[in-house]
Nanobody, 115 residues
Framework: QVLLVESGGGLVQPGGSLRLSCAAS????????MAWYRQRPGNKRESVAT???????YYADSAKGRFTISRDVAGDMLYLQMNSLNPEDTAVYYC?????????WGQGTQVTVSS
């Protein structure tokens, strides 16, 4: 079993930055790839950024050039650096860990972009 806990969300002005963190604990050796998802008000959960076990990264078009996903060497921490935030980035952001037979989710952290 793996527990994922996000932190770092909050209120930020348009144009500002935030860094989200996700701490993984438990049987983290199961985790192969990790990702950030978000769910904007009235919308389905959507992928924001993914990092594979080999380090390759993938971004949604809305995140390209503004967000950076990273993972520490031990694989226990996942980060999302978000720059140039705009109100459309307002959402609950979720950390996801993909194992071979199971997918784990964190509880989410709220990001609000507003002046």
């Amino acid at each position: 079993q793996v527990l994922l806990v996000e932190s770092g969300g909050g209120l930020v002005q348009p144009g500002g930055s935030l860094r989200l963190s996700c701490a993984a604990s438990g049987s983290t050796i199961e985790i192969i790839n990790m990702a950030w998802y978000r769910q904007r008000p009235g919308n389905k959960r959507e992928s924001v950024a993914t990092i594979l076990s080999g380090g390759a990264t993938y971004y949604a078009d809305s995140a390209k050039g503004r967000f950076t996903i990273s993972r520490d060497v031990a694989g226990d921490m996942l980060y999302l650096q978000m720059n140039s935030l705009n109100p459309e980035d307002t959402a609950v952001y979720y950390c996801q860990g993909r194992a071979r037979v199971k997918t784990y989710w964190g509880q989410g952290t709220q990001v609000t972009v507003s002046s």
